[in-house]
């Protein structure tokens, strides 16, 4: 940006000297302004320890008067071979690809039915680095209303998306890869300029949290996140602690046991916010909730046992943990 300055417009000429002082500071702010939201934010270079999640597969239910969600979470370690049948290329950018820390796979299946809308089925698969939660590649499932696939392949520059939508009701039939309506769209950013070493994507933070101390918290986590058509920062913040009632199934190996008591749980809430304002972002997605998204924590095995937050203006939703395998 050029500042114009005309001494013409005054009666007295001031020194130059003068002019120069009340130059300075304009330029400085004006240089620095920019920048301000990314130099007041601190934001964490990852390492989670892999081997201290103690899930697989989660399965969570809730039910509300006018909505009822189904979510089934999977996480699964990828070869390279699944990595390679699973990539697709990008037209702009290095593709992020496997570390010697491997890569992961976590894999949401949501049901959703209201009495408002049409019964909906979402997908969102994400393959991640286990260690830093970088993005390689994140797909938005959505079938029953609106259907579309929605591929994004996370690059050094940004992020490409490879959208399939289809074009009636036949062609709804058949599998998405048979959908013939295609979009493409290359969403630019320089991860140092908005001070992200690492960018995830929503589902990775439920690995994130299991893997993590509930102390890990004791002090505001915020960590970068691709949200559908920007990167955001997402403030994760340790709340008061909270009784609720277990009611799930838990399995490991051969062995299944029943938990139904009432207990405290560390809580954790999700606060997004705009990467240039700060501003609060109102469209941030977890799990299918939106909205003050809170995630509740067992204190003695760290894993989460209640989701709770909004459903596309529908009202609150708990989504409540039914079975965990180890």
Avoid at 157 to 184: H, M, N, Y
Wanted: glycine share 4%; net charge positive; with cysteine.
């Amino acid at each position: 940006m050029y500042l114009y300055y005309s001494p013409t417009k005054y009666m007295v000429e001031q020194p130059s000297h003068n002019r120069w002082l009340t130059f300075f500071p304009i330029l400085l702010i004006s240089l620095l302004s920019p920048f301000a939201s990314v130099a007041a934010d601190k934001i964490h270079s990852l390492s989670v320890d892999k081997i201290n999640v103690p899930w697989k597969h989660l399965s969570f239910k809730g039910k509300e008067f006018f909505v009822k969600l189904v979510a089934e979470v999977e996480l699964m370690p990828q070869t390279k071979a699944e990595l390679d049948a699973a990539f697709i290329s990008s037209t702009q950018g290095i593709p992020i690809s496997a570390t010697k820390s491997g890569a992961f796979m976590i894999n949401t299946k949501i049901s959703v039915k209201s009495v408002l809308l049409p019964k909906v089925k979402l997908q969102n698969v994400a393959w991640f680095d286990p260690v830093t939660l970088s993005a390689m590649q994140y797909v938005r499932l959505r079938t029953g209303f609106k259907d579309a696939k929605k591929t994004y392949r996370f690059t050094d520059k940004g992020v490409f998306k490879f959208t399939q939508q289809s074009i009636d009701k036949k062609e709804a039939l058949q599998v998405p890869e048979k959908w013939s309506g295609i979009k493409e769209k290359f969403y630019s950013y320089v991860p140092a300029k908005i001070g992200c070493s690492n960018i995830t994507v929503p589902i990775p933070i439920l690995y994130f949290i299991s893997a993590s101390k509930i102390s890990d918290f004791d002090k505001t986590v915020t960590i970068c996140v691709f949200n559908k058509k920007e990167v955001i920062y997402l403030d994760i913040q340790k709340e008061s602690v909270e009784s609720i009632q277990l009611d799930h199934t838990e399995i490991k190996g051969d062995q299944l046991s029943q938990r139904d008591t009432s207990i405290p749980v560390h809580v954790l809430s999700l606060k997004a916010r705009a990467v240039n304002t700060g501003k609060a972002i109102d469209n941030f997605t977890f799990v299918g909730l939106q909205g003050n998204i809170k995630i509740y924590i067992d204190p003695e095995t760290r894993i989460p046992v209640q989701l709770k937050g909004d459903y596309k203006g529908l009202g609150e939703v708990k989504l409540k943990l039914r079975q965990m395998v180890h």
